[in-house]
């Protein structure tokens, strides 16, 4: 139903079945009204009741007298009429005006309110207000005046767009309601298709003035009903087909106005009770403001009885009527005294009898026409005594651009009234301003130091804003005086998740969740129920109402599910589970202590900012995530982390526009990431290198190198400081100079590692003069980032002991170092520093490997000897010797490398594709290898061999990884794999299609499957490559092949004869299939891999810095030695950690563990790059063109508010002349007749307009 709404059409067949069932209860819940009792009208001759109807259509008529004058002469409705199911509900289509279906309902006056209000949001679909402006009165036919029109068009409207408002008029096309629908659709054209805040224009028209109300009566409902609306250029009472929906109150009566007014005072009121926000999330009621234009004497029943409810009115001056009357007597009438009475009860008032004569002289004067005109005086006296409720504005002089802070004002002057006296004046005008989304107002009105605010004023109105997404009203409280640290408990952070949208992708994740928790508390569930699990469960298993709802075990299993391995599950420790390693058990831990007290809720969060970053980041809200970003520690880590979520997120969701601004706000991130870091480098390259190396505590001991590469963060890894690093570890303590040729040199003759052909990094300098400073000086030392990064330094091999580290390494943890071995000899020092580096293993093992596949190629082209006892040769047993030290190193990499558990590993291992082609190659071997062994499979455990040793060649293609022009011809390559197979499908359709036509024409019949599948699948293939055989296709040339067309020989074997009579078609199919194969096929591809190979080269760059981190990766985590000779590096290993329990140091990849001050000034170095890189961004932004014209437009509109300003100077200064004119001439009045009474002698005689100039000429 919700989508059947708004701006869209009315669907298809599915959306009508739909909206039929949502409202097929509606007959049975809301009435319709009809008038049962016939009460004659005596103007109309006995003709009509007065209900309006005629008397036929009337069962029964009033009792009367012998004189046959009715005892009943006043027709009420809820006396005369009686209730009946209501005939007239669904969706509503304006034939010829609009494709855009609204909806309608007739209902009985006294429905209650909350049913209608529901049905409008919960079936209908429409937004829940943040303001309701119930326009009151210019109804008729009465023409609307021109500044009315701009109010409701330039003020109103465009007011409540901003603020996400209902409007309620009649929704006839006619008078106001008019002006309000043209109004709402030109706002509605005009604003994005993306915009929030759609106003929605609700009609509440009586039913009986309807014209053409005949179409919409439908018992079961009109899906839609088609509404036909003629001569649309006056006004009627037609609908007006610019309203989302109407409400059409019946009272039984036939063309009488007013029979709806009751029901929709009740609505405002039962609307004013409402919560603002998502599902009611606000901190609000929704306000509910009258908005009186013109209108007759009648309605000041109406006014009266709303400001008896504390229902707050804005009145425009000027728009004529009732309007003018009320401005008057509340603007001239406001010094008058009001003697409030000693009796009981608030309304009893004592009003002066000056007051009411002048209250009741302008009744007079501006409802001559009106008899009974005590009772209005009584219902004006009573409106002024509200008349704090009552807001008077003069649109023809203020003009409607400020017709927002007109409303806002309004209301909260409504609100100051009701509020109690401890309640903080700007608290109302706060929320207010928070509802409808204005910082400006919040900024110019509330935030200019004129108040200071405390933290409990803004502690609601901070949920507010986070949960209804309003990052500038975020940002405005924490800049003044709102601590997040306060603020953020993890009660709080789980309420935030509660509160998110349903429907949405993080709740469908949070619920599933949320039922694999209640599934372990539950008895027997199953996948198909886990939606109704919270209702299965039994009583002793809640013992807290927090039981059913999203905990911090859900998130964590969410961001566990989007972030993987990188790194360890988050708020474990909160939980107490970070000791726990299985699933399981951790699952029932959880879930026994979430049935608890849960005391960690009311605990502080230790990280706000970050938690609240991946609270906006999981929503996908752009601006609230940058914001919490900007706040958050660890810049670049955290941008990474927020890419690597947004792009997990879209392989999860299934709404295109939300995939592709998810993609777009990860850009974005790693963007920053690259930028941040960029600036870091500039400022100390030292310490941008411990800062992509630094593991995080906030992130789940992850590091920036591990969560880029989890990111797939391409443009990060391109960086120059990132490469520099891995350069750095990659060439370990040789300088990054050196030539390929000196290592190859060094590594056949390793007595050359000790002269000066390589060059090292000096580093034993360094070392010595750290050695002789103080350890507790370290933490004062300037460059403490200071790092030559090496394969010994990052994580070193070779240690004896837990926690030695070398001095360097020791000064960046930031810890004291407990132990210092040994310096080692020149020898060994200079052995371990060429032999230990990631690129002497690298060419040790590419060395190695070409080794091996050359003895690979000799067994099975030389030396594959018989089955056991005759075979296998020695060289055979060498090779497997070889292959299973490649399987032991595969192991010690899968399992033995990380701190994770056999589950995880298995995982991270699957994911890479090179190390499945290396799982394919040991497993073939294998399988080749057992076959080998017997006679009867011999061929086919060699044919296996044979097909092993191209995957293993293959194999070689990932060591080119390394190289900067081989490495992107790699990626170009799997790319046109992916743009083969996309051909090989286009092109087997083809194939087929006249493999098979080819074959059917040529031979009539040939049942030998061997011959079909080749000349069917295998020949058409090769005439691609240009090999076709004329002579069989063609029956016009000679073809020398023995054939027969006995069938009993063609099904022994012999060759058939081919079909002369349609040949001339198998020679068309020819020409056509080699048309389109060779030249349309063929070229495609090549078209294909054109672009593939454009689009990879112009960032080859790019993708061989990211491919070369792995590689890297893999071979600084890798042995010296290389297979075979492999093996005495894991027995080595195996002695260390099972026999001698040295723990490993390698567990990780380069990763650095700081604490104490050292993790604390890199965080606050790292804080200042990045606000070093705001405040550039900034001036970039505000030097822009985009920002100069705003900044124009700005100071344009204030130049015109000044001149409007002054405009109300000139006519202020018009007025003063004409009363100094008044008073001048009564002083020249007086002294005239002063002058001819002769009562007394003046001392001297009057003085004249010459003499005053000069006197004042003079006294200049």
Known sequence: MRDSGGEGGGGGTDTIGKSEKDQSWIPKIIKKRVCTTFVEDSFSNGRLCQCGGARDAHASVALGDYFSTAIVNHWDSAQHSSDNPTDAFGELQFAGASKRHSYFLRLSWDTHPSIVYTLMTAHWGLPAPNLVVSVVGGEGRAKVKTWVREVL?????????????????????????????????????????????KVVALGIAPWGLVHNKEQLVNPQGSFPAK?????????????????????????????????????????????????????????????????????????????????????????????????????????????????????????EVAPSGDLREKVAERVRRYFPTETGTDKLVERALSIYQNRD?????????????????????????????????????????????????????????????????????????????????????????????????????????????????????????????????????????????????????????????????????????????????????????????????SKRRALRRASKMLRGECPYRQRRCLFPWASLFIWAVLQNRSEMATFFWEMAGESVLSALSGCKMLRELPKLEVETETKLSMKELAQRFENLAHDVFSSCYRSDESRSFTLLIRKSPVWGGTTCLQMGMGADARLFFSHDGVQSLLSQIWWGDMKRNTEVWKLLLTFFCPILCYTDLISFREQEDNQEEEEGKPNEDWQDNENYGTTVFSFSEINPLEAETQGVTTP??????????????????????????????????????????????????????????????????????VLYFWVFTIVCEEIRETFFLGAMTWHQSLRVYSQDVWNKCDLTAITLFIVGLICRMFGWSYGFGRNILCVDYMVFTLRL????????????????????????FFFLFFLGVWLMAYGVANQALLYSYDPSLDRIFRRVFYRPYLHIFGQIPVEEIDVGKRWDMECTDNV??????????????????????????LLVTNILLINLLIAMFSYTFIEVQANSDIYWKFQRYNLIVQYHSRPSLAPPFIILSHINLFIKRNIRKVPSLKIHHFVLQLGGKVANRLTTWETIQKEDFLTAQNKVQKSSDSERLKRMSVKVDGVLKHLTESRDFDQRLRALENEMEYCSNALSWIVDTLAQGGTFKPPRPPPTLRDAFTSSSSSS
């Not at 017709?403 to 009701?418: C, E, I, P, W």
């Not at 298993?541 to 059913?548: A, F, L, R, Y």
Request: glycine residues 8%.
């Open 227 to 347: 509404y036909y609306v003629q001569n649309t250029s006056r006004d009627t009472c037609c609908l007006d087909n610019n309203y989302q929906a109407f409400l059409l109150v019946d009272d039984g009566s036939v063309g009488r106005r007013g029979g709806e007014t009751g029901f929709r005072a009740k609505l405002e009121d039962y609307i004013s009770h409402q919560r603002t926000g998502i599902c009611g999330s606000g901190s609000i009621d929704i306000p509910v403001l009258c908005m009186l234009i013109s209108g007759e004497a009648s309605m000041l029943e109406r006014v009266d009885l709303s400001l008896k409810n504390s229902m707050p009115w804005l009145v425009l001056a000027g728009s004529g009527g009732l309007a003018d009357f009320l401005s008057d007597i509340l603007e001239n009438l406001s010094s008058a005294p009001v003697v409030q009475s000693s009796g009981e009860g608030d309304s």
């Open 957 to 980: 293609i990932h060591i080119f990884a390394i190289h900067k022009q081989l490495g992107p011809k790699i990626i170009i390559v799997g790319n046109m794999m992916k743009d083969v």
């Open 808 to 877: 360097r390494a020791a000064t960046i943890r930031g810890m004291p170092q407990p132990h210092r071995p040994p310096k080692r000899p020149f020898i060994v020092s200079r052995w371990r520093r060429f032999w230990f580096a990631p690129v002497t293993s690298f060419l040790g093992n590419v060395l190695m490997y070409f080794l091996f596949l050359l003895l690979f190629a000799y067994v099975l082209l030389v030396d594959f000897k018989p089955p056991p006892p005759a075979g296998p040769a020695m060289t055979e047993y």
């Open 389 to 581: 409720l009552i807001t008077i504005y003069h649109g023809e002089q203020e003009g409607p651009n400020d017709f927002d802070t007109v409303l806002l004002k309004a209301l909260v002057g409504a609100s100051k009234h009701r509020a109690s006296v401890e309640a903080s004046p700007y608290n109302e005008e706060l929320k207010l301003a928070v509802t409808w989304n204005r910082v400006d107002i919040a900024k110019s009105e509330l935030f200019n130091g004129d108040f200071q605010w405390k933290y409990d004023d803004l502690e609601d109105s901070m949920t507010d804003a986070l949960i209804n997404d309003k990052p500038q009203f975020v940002r405005l409280f924490t800049e003044n005086g709102l601590n997040i640290l306060d603020y953020l408990t993890y009660g709080r952070l789980e309420s935030l998740y509660r509160s998110v949208v349903e429907g949405t992708l993080l709740y469908q994740l949070l619920q599933r969740r949320l039922g694999l928790r209640l599934g372990s508390t539950a008895s027997a569930p199953t996948s198909s129920n886990a939606r109704d699990l919270p209702s299965k469960l039994t009583a002793e298993n809640i013992q807290s109402g927090s039981v059913m709802e999203i905990s911090l075990f859900e998130v964590s299993g969410v961001l566990e599910l989007l972030l993987g391995d990188v790194c360890q599950p988050f708020y474990y420790d909160i939980l107490g589970l970070d000791q726990i390693s």
């Open 1048 to 1073: 009993t020989l063609i099904e022994a074997g012999s060759e058939p004869c081919r079909t002369l009579y349609s040949n001339w078609l198998v020679v068309i199919l020819l020409v056509v299939y």
């Open 153 to 197: 068009r330039q003020g109103l409207v465009k007011a409540s767009q901003s603020t996400g408002a209902w409007i309620l008029t009649a929704g006839l096309r006619e008078g106001v309601g008019r002006c309000v629908g043209e109004a709402v659709r030109d706002h509605a054209t005009a604003a994005s298709s993306v915009s929030l805040n």
